[in-house]
């Protein structure tokens, strides 16, 4: 008997997967089929087909199990059931939808835990790198077919393969970068899953994967675990559990917090739903330093407003600060018990922050004084230079045109695009640490030191090193994509620099050539954004061989620096 049930179900599965292959072809093909039958009796039989084999899954596997308890699975099997069902009602291509991602779902369980013994997930575990690679790169291709979809569109037609990459891309990693107008060219749905691509972004894809595993009952190797302190910018001290739980609970609380604040000013220009709508889109867009918004000129009408110009350089501060940091400030003050001061990690990010941030402010504030903000009252001018000082540290919002700024204002956004945020943030950049690093050994080389110190703690050798391999690893990644750039590009040397530290830097603002960029063009930046987001050190040690070093030390020789 179990024998033919195990044979039913595999035969259920194998039925899943084609009508799963025929919902996706149903979803993409709307005009061709719509002019050859009714597309909406197509669309309703493809959804009663997906839930009729679910149901009947769900009840084979009923009967399958072993025991009292009814698994995971299966719970979650019924919930989607039921989910779809009530969808089916007010519209079946949903229904489609959610199947799609519950296929998805046990596709990716199948390959990465079922087939060849599981292999794969193994091979995974022990190259994190990799899988980060790897990771981003599915993401990017699930965005991809998603936003290419004609629901996505608000024209119903296919969004073309390079600009649903660009802005599938731009949205993982949290760039804000766009080819395509987001509030105007895409839809609900399709802003919708611009959205997604943004919290997963900002969380990160080994955090969601590690919580993917998890929730699989698999374990996590001690390799992994490192890569995620590194990742998250913590130490081995901090439970991997705690940590990825907190980081959970920090996001959903600052994005809601975020939300209400900017309701009360949304609620006031638009109908409450629509401001609900704004509200939690720009919360979690700014959160997580990517720079997207529904409005097609960002939030330059909302330049003089106190509770836009602060509350968004808030979320954007937050962001960028990293995960650990906050959760380190949370414990300095209202755990004192346990924790009776900050990490040095900690104390870094923060002066080096607010160090960029007073430099950023007091620059805009001369500069652009008599150019963009002509005219403005001291308080819109306060509240304009602060924002501009924020932003270009991987948010890429602007109250601003950043088209007009002048020289000096340009080059000091592209300073600031290139630092970026913090190790652990939701942004991108060299990072604060990294910039720490290398002003903390001038001052050492100045004062005579051999040692580099700072707040009565030594830096390793090692962070020197990484320091300054990052940097030049970013500026050669930088010089090779703008020389391709300025080849197969019409645009001024300014404007190709400025998009492409925007792009590595994770950051969104542009000089407006991003809609006019060719195709090659297009996929240089989006590159670029790839490169940004994940680090060009994760590159380099995800591709690096390993070899087995000697004892084997050679004799030191000095050569002339400088």
């Given at each position: 008997?179990?024998?033919?049930?195990?044979?039913?179900?595999?035969?259920?599965?194998?039925?899943?997967?084609?009508?799963?292959?025929?919902?996706?072809?149903?979803?993409?093909?709307?005009?061709?089929?719509?002019?050859?039958?009714?597309?909406?009796?197509?669309?309703?039989?493809?959804?009663?087909?997906?839930?009729?084999?679910?149901?009947?899954?769900?009840?084979?596997?009923?009967?399958?199990?072993?025991?009292?308890?009814?698994?995971?699975?299966?719970?979650?099997?019924?919930?989607?059931?039921?989910v779809g069902l009530i969808i089916f009602v007010y519209n079946a291509k949903f229904v489609i939808f959610l199947l799609l991602i519950r296929q998805t779902y046990y596709f990716l369980q199948f390959i990465l835990f079922r087939f060849s013994e599981g292999k794969i997930y193994l091979w995974l575990s022990t190259n994190p790198p990799v899988t980060l690679l790897l990771s981003?790169?599915?993401?990017?291709?699930?965005?991809?077919?998603?936003?290419?979809?004609?629901?996505?569109?608000?024209?119903?037609?296919?969004?073309?393969?390079?600009?649903?990459?660009?802005?599938?891309?731009?949205?993982?990693?949290?760039?804000?970068?766009?080819?395509?107008?987001?509030?105007?060219?895409?839809?609900?749905?399709?802003?919708?899953?611009?959205?997604?691509?943004?919290?997963?972004?900002?969380?990160?894809?080994?955090?969601?994967?590690?919580?993917?595993?998890?929730?699989?009952?698999?374990?996590?190797?001690?390799?992994?675990?490192?890569?995620?302190?590194?990742?998250?910018?913590?130490?081995?001290?901090?439970?991997?559990?705690?940590?990825?739980?907190?980081?959970?609970?920090?996001?959903?609380?600052?994005?809601?917090?975020?939300?209400?604040?900017?309701?009360?000013?949304?609620?006031?220009?638009?109908?409450?739903?629509?401001?609900?709508?704004?509200?939690?889109?720009?919360?979690?867009?700014?959160?997580?330093?990517?720079?997207?918004?529904?409005?097609?000129?960002?939030?330059?009408?909302?330049?003089?407003?106190?509770?836009?110009?602060?509350?968004?350089?808030?979320?954007?501060?937050?962001?960028?600060?990293?995960?650990?940091?906050?959760?380190?400030?949370?414990s300095y003050f209202f755990k004192p018990q346990k924790v009776r001061k900050l990490s040095l990690h900690s104390k870094i990010v923060l002066t080096t922050t607010a160090i960029l941030i007073i430099a950023g402010f007091l620059v805009f504030f001369i500069l652009e004084y008599n150019n963009t903000m002509k005219g403005f009252s001291f308080k819109h001018?306060?509240?304009?230079?602060?924002?501009?000082?924020?932003?270009?540290?991987?948010?890429?919002?602007?109250?601003?045109?950043?088209?007009?700024?002048?020289?000096?204002?340009?080059?000091?956004?592209?300073?600031?695009?290139?630092?970026?945020?913090?190790?652990?943030?939701?942004?991108?950049?060299?990072?604060?640490?990294?910039?720490?690093?290398?002003?903390?050994?001038?001052?050492?080389?100045?004062?005579?030191?051999?040692?580099?110190?700072?707040?009565?703690?030594?830096?390793?050798?090692?962070?020197?090193?990484?320091?300054?391999?990052?940097?030049?690893?970013?500026?050669?990644?930088?010089?090779?994509?703008?020389?391709?750039?300025?080849?197969?590009?019409?645009?001024?040397?300014?404007?190709?620099?400025?998009?492409?530290?925007?792009?590595?830097?994770?950051?969104?603002?542009?000089?407006?050539?991003?809609?006019?960029?060719?195709?090659?063009?297009?996929?240089?930046?989006?590159?670029?954004?790839?490169?940004?987001?994940?680090?060009?050190?994760?590159?380099?040690?995800?591709?690096?061989?390993?070899?087995?070093?000697?004892?084997?030390?050679?004799?030191?020789?000095?050569?002339?620096?400088?």
């Open positions: 008997m179990n024998k033919t049930l195990q044979q039913v179900l595999t035969v259920l599965e194998i039925l899943a997967y084609l009508i799963a292959l025929w919902s996706l072809l149903v979803l993409f093909l709307e005009p061709v089929i719509s002019y050859y039958t009714d597309y909406v009796k197509v669309v309703n039989y493809t959804a009663g087909a997906n839930l009729l084999l679910l149901a009947l899954a769900i009840i084979n596997r009923l009967l399958l199990k072993e025991g009292k308890g009814i698994s995971g699975a299966i719970i979650f099997d019924i919930i989607m059931l039921v981003f790169l599915l993401v990017i291709f699930i965005g991809t077919i998603l936003l290419m979809l004609p629901v996505s569109s608000t024209y119903n037609r296919v969004t073309p393969f390079i600009d649903a990459l660009f802005t599938a891309t731009s949205a993982t990693c949290v760039t804000g970068l766009t080819v395509l107008p987001t509030g105007s060219h895409f839809s609900l749905f399709g802003q919708i899953i611009i959205l997604l691509l943004i919290q997963i972004g900002g969380l990160g894809i080994m955090t969601l994967s590690i919580a993917f595993a998890l929730l699989l009952g698999r374990s996590i190797n001690l390799k992994l675990k490192n890569v995620i302190y590194q990742v998250m910018g913590g130490s081995a001290r901090i439970n991997i559990f705690q940590l990825l739980k907190s980081i959970v609970i920090v996001t959903a609380i600052i994005e809601a917090l975020g939300a209400i604040i900017l309701l009360c000013k949304f609620a006031q220009d638009f109908p409450i739903q629509q401001a609900i709508y704004y509200s939690i889109f720009h919360s979690i867009s700014a959160f997580c330093n990517a720079g997207f918004s529904p409005f097609d000129s960002s939030l330059m009408m909302y330049s003089n407003s106190i509770i836009i110009s602060l509350g968004i350089p808030l979320l954007i501060f937050l962001g960028g600060l990293g995960f650990t940091v906050i959760l380190d400030i949370y001018r306060f509240l304009s230079s602060l924002f501009q000082s924020i932003t270009p540290r991987t948010a890429g919002f602007n109250t601003i045109d950043t088209g007009l700024l002048t020289k000096s204002s340009v080059l000091m956004t592209m300073v600031l695009m290139f630092i970026g945020a913090s190790p652990g943030s939701t942004g991108g950049g060299i990072k604060t640490t990294t910039l720490a690093v290398l002003a903390l050994a001038i001052i050492s080389m100045f004062k005579g030191k051999k040692d580099i110190s700072v707040f009565k703690r030594r830096i390793p050798d090692n962070n020197f090193r990484e320091a300054s391999g990052l940097v030049l690893l970013a500026a050669t990644f930088i010089f090779i994509i703008v020389m391709i750039l300025m080849i197969v590009e019409p645009f001024s040397f300014e404007d190709i620099i400025f998009e492409a530290i925007s792009a590595f830097g994770t950051v969104g603002l542009s000089r407006g050539i991003t809609p006019f960029l060719s195709s090659p063009g297009k996929i240089l930046i989006t590159l670029l954004m790839y490169i940004g987001r994940l680090g060009p050190l994760t590159l380099i040690y995800a591709f690096a061989k390993k070899r087995k070093y000697s004892n084997i030390n050679y004799s030191e020789e000095s050569i002339a620096i400088g």
